[in-house]
């Protein structure tokens, strides 16, 4: 298997900084920063911070189901963004990576006819990605473990009677 590439909490803190520094000198000022969940929870948070946007919303998006293993498509599940609230709005969409880049075609996709303007901002995208986003931290060809997602969940309980 090739080399993975590790972005780490530390690292990441940088790479959403200049990312948010790409953006602003770029003169892009967005209304509303559009996250897609649940990786692009993470970016989202850090640009609306750097980039001073309070305005997020959520794009719940499926896709992946194990390294490199995908769905036939990518869909999105509820609550899907209300097109009202994005409404000739400027945004700025959040993702960890553009892969084959068939999320963020499917969010911008969304977008089109109902923003005054969408912009994707992405930590990695890979050479292949059918998207190319305006502002991009890293280009890599190798798979990238994330900080949220290299350890496996938490052991949970069984479920507990919370009303007895
Ligand atoms: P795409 O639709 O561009 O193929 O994939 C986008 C989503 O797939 C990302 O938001 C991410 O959740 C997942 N994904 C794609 N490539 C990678 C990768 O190299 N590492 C990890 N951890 N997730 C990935």
């Given at each position: 298997?090739?080399?993975r590439e590790t972005l780490t909490w530390e690292l990441f803190g940088t790479a959403?900084?200049?990312l948010a520094e790409m953006v602003a000198d770029d003169g892009y000022r967005a209304d509303i920063v559009l996250a897609i969940a649940?990786?692009?929870l993470f970016v989202a948070g850090a640009l609306g911070y750097a980039l001073d946007v309070k305005n997020l919303h959520v794009a719940n998006v499926e896709f992946y189901t194990g390294v490199d293993e995908r769905l036939p498509v990518p869909i999105m599940l509820?609550?899907?963004p209300n097109a009202l609230?994005?409404?000739g709005a400027k945004v700025l969409v959040a993702d960890d990576v553009a892969d084959t880049g068939a999320t963020l075609k499917l969010v911008r996709d969304f977008c089109a006819g109902v923003v005054a303007d969408?912009?994707?901002a992405v930590v990695y995208e890979k050479p292949h990605s059918t998207v190319e986003c305006e502002y991009v931290w890293r280009r890599?060809?190798?798979w990238i473990n994330f900080p949220w997602s290299t350890e496996p969940p938490v052991v949970q309980r069984e479920g507990q009677v919370l009303d007895a």
């Open positions: 298997a090739p080399e959403s900084r200049e649940r990786g692009g509820p609550p899907v609230d994005l409404s969408v912009r994707c890599t060809d190798r």
